[in-house]
C-alpha cells in the first residue's frame, strides 16, 4: 500500500504544537546559556522566575488533555515510516512529562533545590550524615517516580529512570557489558601504570594567558568543523554545549597554569557542538530531528575528544598550533603530548581521571544507585559500598573522604539517577564508531596526521548527526556499525593505546 | 471610607497574569538583547521565529477574551488608590493590544517590514520614488490604526498614535510648545555660532584603543551610580538600554578616532539604566511599576547626557579621568572638553545634531508625521515641506538629498509615529527637572565638580525614578517640579550653555 504524500490531521495538529514547543524550548536553551556566561548575580531571582514561568507553559503544553488523544488519534492515521517515527517520540515526550503527578514533580523539585544546596557546603565539611538526611527524602521520592514509570512503560524501575534520557538503555545488558569490562580493565589499568613508570614526560611551563588560550582553542575549532556563524565559544564555570541546533554554544574554563583542561574541554564541547550543529535541519523542530540520547551525545564529545584527540596523529597534527599560540617549548613535541594525554592514575574524583580509570568511575555509581532504586540497599549503606567498590576496582581509599568520595557529585543530590552509564556508553559507542571508520579507512591516522579529518566528519554525518532520532539508539548504532553495542571494541581501543 | 488592605478579586485575578506576561516579557527582552549583541549571524531565523511564537504568546495572553471582563469587574471593586493606579495602566495595555483587528496587524507587520528592508538600499541609492511606494502603504495602515485608536480613546488620531508610546501627551499642547521654541530656537542657535566662531577648541588625536574607551566607560557608569551586580555593558552596531529590571544591559558602540561618541553614549544609556535599575522593585512586574513613557525615559537619559555631563562641572571632574584612561592631551583639559561638548553645527543629520539644533530637526518631523496622518498632505508632499523646513529652521539646503533628508530615519518605515517628539519633550523634562534641583541646591555646579552627585540622584531616584506609571505623566512632572511641561525651562538652560 503507498504510503500518503500527505500528513494527516491529528499527525499535522501535533506537528504544530511540537513545533511550537520548540520555540519555547529554545527561550529556555537561551535562557540557561545566558544564566551561566552572561547574567550578573543581582539578574538572578528574577531569571529563575521568568525561567519557571517558561517551564511551566512548556509542560502545559506538553500535558495538554488533548495531546494525548492526538497522538492516539494520529497513531491510527496511515503514516509513513519517517511520520511514524516522528510520531513515535512525540509519543515519549508526552508520556515522559504526563506520567508524573504534579505533586511529585514538585515535592522532588524541594527535595533537590533544598539538597543540593545544602551539599555544597556539606561536601565542603566532609558532613556525609547531614547530607544523607536530605538525600533520603531525593531517594524516596526517586524510588516513587521509578515505581510510577515502570507502570507507565513496563520497564524495570531503574531502566524507567535511565529511560528519561538513554530510552531503550536496560539496566540488565549495561550490567552485562560494565561485568565485562570490571574483567580486563583493572588489570589493564596496572599494565598501563607499569608500562608508563619507565617513561619520561615533560610537563609544560605555564602561565598560558587566556587570550592565547582561547586563540587555540578557536582555531582547534575551526579545525574541527566548528560552525562560527552558528555558535559561539565563551568561558564558564562549569564548561557545556548549550544553545539550540541553529545556535550552539560552548564554553570552557580556563586556567593559567593548564592549557590542557581548556583545550581538552574545547575539543570535547566541539563533538557535541557538531552533532547539533548537522541535526536534520528540516526535522529539528521536531523530537525526531533530535539528538538521539545522552550516551550518543556523549559518544559525539568522546569521539572528538578521546578517539580522535588524544590520538598521536592528531597531536602531531595539532602540536604547531598548540606552539604558535602558547610558544614553543619541549612539552609540546608530538611525543610528549601523547603521553600527557594518555598518563594514567587512579583518583578519587571521577571529573579528572584519565581515559582508562574513568569507566570504573562509572562501573561503581551504576551499581549504588541501580540498588539504591530497587531498594537493595539503603542510602546509609552507600559510603560503605563506596569504600569497597573504589578500593576493588581503583585501589584508591576513601574511607572517610566523603568529601572526595560518595559526595563528589552533583547527580543524586538532584535527583538525576540512571544518568551516570551515558558516560561510559559514550566511550564505547564512540570505539565502536572509529571501529567503523578504520575499517574503511585503513590510512586514517595518516590523513587525520595530514589534516584531512574527513573520513570522521564523513562518518559521523552520515551515520549519527544526519539521523537525529530517526530510530531507536540501538537500531541506530547497529546501521551504522553493523552491530549492536560492543564493548570489545573499546578495549581494543584501549589495549591499542596504552599497551 | 477606609480601604480595604486585601485586593479584590478580578483585581488579583489580573495581577496574577499581568505577572505572568511581565515574565514573558523578561524572556522578550533577553531574546532581544541576545540577538543585538551576541548572536551569530546564522542564528537569526530561528531566533526570530521563536520570538514571534514569544509574541503570539504575550498578545495572547494580553488579549484573552476574560481579561477585558476581569478589568471591568476590578473596576467595580473596591480599590485603594495604588491598586486603581494599577488597574488604569492595566485597562491601558489591555487597550492598546486589542483594538486593532488582527488583520490590520499582521499588515502592519508585513508592510514595515517591507518597507524598512527596502528602505536599507533605496536610502544608499536616494531612491524616494522606490521608498514612496511603499511608504504609501505604511501611510495608509498608519492612518486606520490611528482612526481606530481615535474611536476608542477619543482621541485626535495623531494623539492615538503618540498615547502608544506617549500616554496622556497632546499634539495640541506639543504643537504650541514647539511654537515658542521655533520663536527663539533659530536665532539662539545663530548666536552660539557667531560666538563660538572666535573660540578655538582644540581636537583630541586619537586613536582611542576600544579597550581604554570601555574602561572609562565603565568606571563613568560607576560615577554616575550604574549597578554593575545587576547589569552589564557591552557592544553593538545601534546603542540602546535593554534587558530587565534586574538586569540592566546597555550597550555602545566604539570608533577608535572618536572617543566621545562612546563616552556620551554611555553617559545617555546610563540614564536610561538608573530609571531600570531604581523603579519600585515590589511593583516592577506590574505596568504600574514599570517606566512611564518614552518621553520620561527620555528625560533621564538627557538629564544625564545633556544636563549633568555636558556641563564645565562635571566636565572638569572627570577630565582626571579622561586623562588616566586615554593618555594626557591639551583637550582634555576642562575648559576644551566642555568646548567641544557645545558646539553647534546645523547639520543634515537628526542623530549627529548638536543640543542646540536637536530640536528643530524634531519640530519638522512632527509637523510632517501629524499632518500625514491626518491626511493634511500626502507622501508625495513630504521632500518639498522637508527641503523648506530645513532650509527656515536650520538654514541646511536638502533638495534633491533624500539620502541625508527625508529618508535617513527607520521611524516612519517601521510605522513608528508619534514617537518623535519623545525626543524634544524628554530633553525639555530634562531641563525642568534641573531647575527644580538647582532650585533646592544652589551650590550645585560645585557640588557636581566635588563628585557629590547626590543631589541629581536623589531627586531623580524620588520623583520620577521610584515613582514607575504611579501618575500620569503630567501629574509625574507636576509633583516633581511644581508645575506641568514648561518650555522655558529648556529655553533658560540652553541661553545659560550657549550665550
Chains 1, 2 share one sequence.
Not at 272 to 281: F, G, K, V
Amino acid at each position: 500500500m503507498p504510503h500518503r504524500l500527505m500528513p494527516q490531521p491529528s499527525y499535522a495538529q501535533l506537528e504544530s504544537a511540537f513545533t511550537r514547543l520548540y520555540w519555547y524550548q529554545h527561550l529556555s536553551a537561551l535562557g540557561d546559556w545566558d544564566q551561566a556566561v552572561m547574567m550578573p548575580p543581582a539578574g538572578n531571582e528574577a531569571r529563575a522566575a521568568a525561567m519557571a514561568e517558561l517551564d511551566v507553559l512548556i509542560h502545559n503544553t506538553l500535558t495538554d488533555p488533548a495531546m494525548g488523544d492526538r497522538i492516539a488519534a494520529a497513531e491510527q492515521e496511515d503514516l509513513d515510516p519517517a511520520r511514524a517515527a516522528s510520531l513515535r517520540e512525540m509519543r515519549r515526550q508526552w508520556q515522559l512529562a504526563t506520567v508524573l503527578p504534579a505533586r511529585l514533580v514538585q515535592e522532588r523539585s524541594l527535595a533537590a533545590t533544598r539538597c543540593e544546596h545544602a551539599w555544597r557546603d556539606q561536601r565542603r565539611d566532609n558532613d556525609w550524615q547531614g547530607f544523607a538526611v536530605n538525600l533520603r527524602t531525593v531517594i524516596d521520592l526517586a524510588r516513587e517516580e521509578a515505581r510510577l514509570r515502570a507502570d507507565a512503560t513496563g520497564l524495570p524501575p531503574y531502566d524507567a529512570m535511565m529511560d528519561r534520557s538513554e530510552p531503550g538503555a536496560s539496566a540488565a545488558r549495561i550490567e552485562r557489558a560494565f561485568a565485562e569490562v570490571k574483567q580486563w580493565l583493572p588489570e589493564l589499568v596496572r599494565k598501563a601504570m607499569d608500562k608508563q613508570a619507565g617513561e619520561k614526560t615533560i610537563a609544560a611551563r605555564g602561565p598560558f594567558p587566556v587570550a592565547s588560550q582561547r586563540a587555540l582553542g578557536a582555531e582547534l575549532m575551526e579545525l574541527l568543523g566548528f560552525d562560527f556563524r552558528g555558535g559561539r565559544l565563551d568561558a564558564s564555570d562549569h564548561p557545556f554545549c548549550g544553545g539550540v541546533a541553529q545556535d550552539v554554544r560552548i564554553t570552557t574554563r580556563y586556567q593559567e597554569d593548564d592549557f590542557l583542561q581548556s583545550m581538552m574541554g574545547i575539543i570535547h564541547e566541539t563533538g557535541h557542538a557538531r552533532y547539533e550543529q548537522n541535526l536534520p535541519r528540516d526535522r529539528v523542530h521536531l523530537p525526531v530531528g533530535q539528538a538521539r540520547s545522552t550516551a550518543i551525545h556523549e559518544s559525539q564529545s568522546l569521539s572528538f575528544e578521546m578517539q580522535l584527540a588524544r590520538s598521536p596523529a592528531f597531536l602531531s597534527l595539532i602540536a604547531p598550533m598548540i606552539r604558535k599560540h602558547l610558544g614553543a617549548q619541549e612539552a609540546f613535541e608530538p611525543d610528549n603530548l601523547a603521553r600527557m594525554n594518555t598518563r594514567v592514575r587512579p583518583g578519587f574524583i571521577r571529573v579528572e581521571a584519565d581515559e582508562l580509570t574513568y569507566p570504573m568511575h562509572v562501573i561503581l555509581r551504576f551499581e549504588i544507585e541501580r540498588a539504591l532504586i530497587e531498594g537493595a540497599i539503603q542510602v546509609d549503606d552507600v559510603p560503605s559500598l563506596w569504600d569497597e567498590k573504589m578500593q576493588t576496582y581503583l585501589g584508591v581509599d576513601t574511607r572517610g573522604n566523603y568529601r572526595n568520595g560518595c559526595m563528589q557529585d552533583i547527580h543524586w543530590s538532584i535527583s538525576l539517577i540512571g544518568y551516570f552509564p551515558s558516560y561510559t556508553l559514550g566511550a564505547m559507542y564512540a570505539a565502536q564508531y572509529f571501529a567503523a571508520i578504520r575499517s574503511q579507512h585503513g590510512d586514517l591516522d595518516a590523513r587525520i596526521a595530514a589534516a584531512d579529518l574527513s573520513p570522521v566528519f564523513d562518518w559521523l554525518g552520515a551515520n549519527i548527526w544526519s539521523q537525529g532520532s530517526r530510530w531507536t539508539t540501538a537500531e541506530l548504532v547497529k546501521r551504522a556499525t553493523g552491530q549492536e553495542l560492543n564493548a570489545m571494541h573499546f578495549r581494543f581501543h584501549l589495549e591499542r593505546r596504552y599497551l
